[in-house]
C-alpha cells in the first residue's frame, strides 16, 4: 500500500436533524486517483466540502498529508487544492488577478507565482482572456481558472467537484493531461463526477456513495467482482446500487 | 391582453404570491419597514404642523413664510426624486436582469421600457412619500381644510410623482445616450459630480443666505414685494406650479388659475410619457444592448497596449495578508452600481448638511425664540446626527452584507490556509478605512461650514470617527452572525430579520452619541469647556460595542458554513 495522502476517518456531517455524510471512512494513497461517485444527494459535495474545511464535520477524523484538518487546519489547507462544483469567485477581479490573489493567499513568493500562472495559463490557452472580468467569462473559462487555481500552489492532495462540467473536449483532453501528470509525480486527487466513461479512464479506484455511506469500494475489477457483473464502470456502478 | 398588460399582471402575481408565501418573520421584517416609513411620514408631518402652526400665527408674514416652507420642500422633493431615478435607471432599467428573459420575446421595446420605467418610478417616489405629502397633510390640518382637501393632495402628489418620473426618464434616457461610449464607473461619476453641482446651485437659489430678513415684513406693500421675490426665487422650477396650487387661498395667491395649471401640468406629463414611449420604442433595445456588453474582447496576449490593467496584483498593499484589504478596495472600486450608490448617499449627506447649515444661519437672529446655548448646540447635534445616520445607511448597505457578498465564490477563501479571523479583520479593517476617510471628509466640510472652535471641532472629529468604527464592528458582527449565502442582492441581504436588528442597535448608538454630542456643545457654549464625563461616555459606549461586537464576530467566524 502507498502511503496515505488522503484519509477520512468515521466523519459524519447531519444539517439539522438529517444526516448527509454518515461514517464515511477511506483513504486516497500518494500518487493515486480516487473516484467519488453516486446518485444525486448521496453527500460526494458535502464531503468536498469537509474535506476543503467550508464544512465542519460533525464527528470523524480527516487527515491530509498526516495533518488534522480539525486540529491544525491551516497547515492542512496548504496541502490542500480544491475546485468546488460550481467555479464562482469574485466577479470583479480578473483571471489574472484572481489567480495572483490565490497565490497571494498561499504565501507563494511572488516570482515562483508569476512563472506559475504564466505555464498555467499557457497550458489552458487561457493567456489571450485572462485580463477579463471574472464575471464575463464562459462556465467553461471559469472551471479552467478555478483548476489552474488549485494547482497553482502545488498541493499535495487535489479535490475535484465534478472537474469536466462546462468544458469543451480539447480542455477536458488538457484536464485529464494535467490530473494524470499530477498523479504521476506523487499528487493524490479525490475526484467527485457523475462522467463514469471519464472517471473509468483516469481513477485508480472508485467509491460508491449512497445516502451518505460508502457502499462499496475498489478498482474497477474489484467493483465488477463484487457486483457479479462484467462491463463498463456504468453497469456495474448500476448493479451495485440497484436496490440499495 | 397586450404583452405590457401581461407583464404588470405577472409582477402583481407574484407579489401576491410572495405575499401569501412568506413565512412570519418576513411579514414581521415587512411590516417594521413599513411602520418605519410610517413613523418618518409622521415625523415629517408633526415637524410641518408645527412650523406651519407657529408661523401662521403672524398674518402678514405668516403665509409667506409658509408658502416658502411649501416651495423649498417641493423643490427638494423634485431635485431628490429626479435624482434618485437617474441613479437607479442604470440598474432598474437599462442593465434590468429581468430583461434578459423578456427581451427574446416579441414585446415591443417601448413597452419593456414602460414596464421597467414603473419600478422607477416607484423607486423614486420616496421624496414626495416622506417630504412633500407631509407638507401637503400637514398643510391641510394647519389651515382647517375640508375633506375634498385630502383627495385633491392626494391627487397632486401622484401627479408630482409622475412629473418626477417623466424628467427622471427623460433625464436617463439623454445621459444614457450621450454617455453610452463611457466606461460605468466614468459616466456615474460625471453624473454624480453633476447631481452635486446642481443640488448646491439649488439650495444656494432656495436658502440663500439670510433669507429670514425677507420675511420682516412690517406692512402689505412689503408682503406684496417679498411675494414677488419668493415668485422669482421658485418659479422657474417644475415643482412651483404643485407648490402654489397646494395654497392658493394663502394672500398672494396663484399666477393663473389652479385648475388650468394642474390641468397643463397633467398635459406635459400625458406627452412626456408619450414621447418618452417613442424614443424608446426607437432607442431602447440598442441601448439596453449596448450596456449589456461586456466591452472586453479576448485577443492576442502579445498585442502592445491591450491590457492596461496588467499591473501585478496586489499592487499596494504588499505586507503580511494585506492583500485582502486591496480584493476588498478593488472589487468595491469596479462595481459600478456600488459605487454610484454610495456617491448618492453621499451626495444626500452633503445637500443636508449645506440645508442645516442654511437654516442655522438664517435663524441665528432667531435669539428670542431659543436660548443661545440651544442655538449653538442643535446644529451641531443635528450635523452629528445626519453623519451618523448616513454613516448608518451606508454600513446596512455595504458592510452589513459584506461577508454574505462573498458568497459562491467564498469557498476560495474559506479551503485557503488563511484564519477566518483574519478574514473578518482585514473587512473590519477595509470598511473603517474607507467609511471613516467619507465621514472624516463630511466632519471636515461641517467644521469648515459652521466655523467651530477647535476644542468642539477634536470633539467632532473624535464622535464621527468612533460612531464609524463602532457601526462598522456593529453591522459587520451582525453580519457574520447571520450570514446569507443564497443571494446576491445586497438590498435584499440589508432587508433582513438581522438588518432590522442591525438598524435598530445602530440607530440607538448613534441616539446615545448625539446626546453625548448636544451635552458637549452646550457645555461649550455655555462655560466655554467640555466637560469630560462626555468624552468618557462616548469612549466607553464606543469601546463597549466595538469589543461585544467583536467577540460575537469571531465565535460566528469560527463556526461559519459556507452553503
Not at chain 2, 492583500?323 to 443636508?352: H, N, W
Request: proline share 5%; net charge positive.
Amino acid at each position: 500500500m502507498k502511503n496515505v495522502a488522503l484519509e477520512l476517518r468515521t466523519v459524519s456531517k447531519t444539517f439539522g436533524t438529517k444526516p448527509a455524510v454518515a461514517g464515511l471512512s477511506l483513504s486516497v494513497g500518494e500518487g493515486e486517483m480516487y473516484g467519488l461517485i453516486g446518485p444525486n444527494g448521496s453527500g460526494k459535495t458535502t464531503t468536498m466540502k469537509i474535506i476543503a474545511g467550508i464544512y465542519r464535520p460533525t464527528s470523524g477524523v480527516i487527515k491530509v498529508s498526516g495533518i488534522n484538518t480539525q486540529a491544525m487546519p491551516t497547515r492542512a489547507k496548504r496541502a490542500l487544492g480544491y475546485v468546488p462544483d460550481d467555479p464562482a469567485a469574485y466577479d470583479l477581479l480578473t483571471g489574472r488577478e484572481f489567480l495572483q490573489f490565490v497565490g497571494e493567499l498561499y504565501g507563494m513568493p511572488r516570482a515562483e507565482r508569476d512563472t506559475r500562472i504564466s505555464a498555467l495559463l499557457a497550458s489552458y490557452h487561457l493567456e489571450p482572456v485572462a485580463d477579463g472580468l471574472f464575471m464575463h467569462y464562459s462556465r467553461g473559462t471559469k472551471q479552467k481558472l478555478s483548476l489552474a487555481a488549485a494547482l497553482l500552489h502545488r498541493p499535495s492532495v487535489l479535490l475535484i467537484d465534478e472537474p469536466m462540467v462546462g468544458l469543451d473536449p480539447e480542455s477536458a483532453k488538457i484536464t485529464k493531461v494535467l490530473l494524470t501528470d499530477f498523479v504521476r509525480e506523487g499528487g493524490s486527487v479525490l475526484l467527485s463526477t457523475h462522467t463514469l466513461s471519464v472517471a473509468d479512464e483516469i481513477c485508480d479506484r472508485f467509491g460508491i456513495l449512497k445516502d451518505g455511506r460508502l457502499v462499496a469500494e475498489g478498482t474497477h475489477a474489484e467493483l465488477s467482482a463484487k457486483s457479479g457483473r462484467l462491463g463498463s464502470l456504468e453497469e456495474v456502478y448500476l448493479a451495485l446500487t440497484a436496490g440499495l | 391582453m397586450k404583452p405590457v398588460a401581461v407583464l404588470f399582471a405577472s409582477r402583481l402575481t407574484m407579489l401576491r404570491t410572495a405575499a401569501r408565501r412568506s413565512s412570519w418573520a418576513q411579514r414581521a421584517v415587512a411590516a417594521c419597514f413599513l411602520a418605519i416609513l410610517a413613523l418618518l411620514m409622521l415625523g415629517a408631518y408633526a415637524f410641518f404642523l408645527r412650523s406651519f402652526r407657529y408661523v401662521l400665527a403672524d398674518e402678514l408674514s405668516g403665509p409667506l413664510i409658509l408658502r416658502y416652507i411649501l416651495e423649498v420642500a417641493f423643490a427638494l422633493a423634485f431635485f431628490l426624486g429626479v435624482s434618485s431615478f437617474v441613479t437607479s435607471s442604470y440598474s432598474l432599467i437599462f442593465r434590468a436582469e429581468e430583461l434578459r428573459v423578456l427581451v427574446p420575446m416579441p414585446i415591443e421595446p417601448g413597452d419593456l421600457f414602460i414596464y421597467r420605467f414603473s419600478a422607477a418610478t416607484v423607486l423614486s417616489s420616496w421624496p414626495v412619500l416622506l417630504i412633500a405629502a407631509p407638507a401637503l397633510a400637514a398643510l391641510g390640518a394647519a389651515l382647517d381644510a375640508s375633506w375634498d382637501f385630502t383627495v385633491f393632495g392626494v391627487a397632486l402628489a401622484a401627479l408630482f410623482i409622475l412629473v418626477i418620473a417623466v424628467a427622471g426618464g427623460l433625464l436617463s434616457f439623454a445621459l444614457a445616450w450621450l454617455t453610452k461610449p463611457l466606461p460605468v464607473v466614468v459616466r456615474k461619476t460625471l453624473a454624480g459630480a453633476a447631481f452635486l453641482a446642481i443640488g448646491l446651485a439649488l439650495v444656494r437659489q432656495i436658502v440663500p443666505r439670510g433669507v429670514f430678513g425677507l420675511f420682516n415684513v412690517e406692512s402689505a406693500a412689503k408682503a406684496a414685494e417679498t411675494a414677488a421675490e419668493l415668485r422669482t426665487m421658485f418659479a422657474w422650477l417644475p415643482s412651483h406650479p404643485f407648490a402654489v396650487a397646494a395654497s392658493p387661498s394663502l394672500p398672494f395667491g396663484p399666477e393663473g388659475s389652479v385648475a388650468s395649471t394642474l390641468a397643463l401640468t397633467a398635459l406635459a406629463v400625458a406627452v412626456g410619457l408619450f414621447v418618452l414611449k417613442l424614443i424608446a420604442d426607437a432607442w431602447f433595445l440598442g441601448l439596453w444592448q449596448r450596456f449589456g456588453e461586456t466591452g472586453f474582447i479576448a485577443g492576442p496576449a502579445d498585442k502592445p497596449g491591450r491590457h492596461p490593467s496588467r499591473v501585478p496584483f496586489p499592487r499596494v498593499f504588499r505586507f503580511g495578508h494585506s492583500f485582502l484589504f486591496e480584493k476588498d478596495l478593488l472589487t468595491f472600486m469596479r462595481d459600478g452600481e456600488a459605487v454610484s450608490r454610495a456617491g448618492f448617499i453621499l451626495l444626500l449627506l452633503g445637500m443636508y448638511l449645506l440645508v442645516v447649515r442654511a437654516v442655522s444661519f438664517a435663524a441665528a437672529d432667531l435669539g428670542e425664540v431659543f436660548p443661545a446655548t440651544e442655538l449653538a448646540a442643535l446644529p451641531v447635534t443635528f450635523a452629528f446626527a445626519a453623519i451618523g445616520y448616513f454613516a448608518l445607511t451606508l454600513s446596512l448597505r455595504f458592510v452589513f452584507p459584506s461577508l454574505s457578498l462573498e458568497g459562491r465564490g467564498a469557498w476560495l477563501v474559506w479551503s485557503s490556509p488563511i484564519h477566518s479571523h483574519e478574514i473578518y479583520s482585514w473587512k473590519f479593517f477595509f470598511w473603517t478605512t474607507s467609511l471613516g476617510i467619507a465621514m472624516l471628509a463630511a466632519a471636515s466640510l461641517v467644521i469648515a461650514l459652521f466655523a467651530f472652535p477647535l476644542p468642539l471641532a477634536a470633539v467632532f472629529v473624535a464622535a464621527v470617527l468612533a460612531s464609524t468604527a463602532s457601526l462598522v464592528a456593529l453591522t459587520l458582527g451582525i453580519g457574520a452572525f447571520a450570514p446569507d449565502f443564497r443571494t446576491k442582492d445586497p438590498d435584499l441581504i440589508a432587508t433582513s430579520p438581522t438588518g432590522l436588528a442591525a438598524t435598530a442597535a445602530g440607530g440607538v448608538y448613534i441616539w446615545v452619541m448625539a446626546r453625548y454630542v448636544h451635552r458637549a456643545a452646550s457645555s461649550y457654549a455655555a462655560a466655554g469647556s467640555i466637560e469630560p464625563l462626555v468624552l468618557i461616555g462616548m469612549s466607553v459606549v464606543s469601546l463597549a460595542v466595538i469589543a461585544s461586537s467583536w467577540a460575537v464576530a469571531m465565535r460566528s467566524m469560527d463556526r461559519m458554513e459556507i452553503a
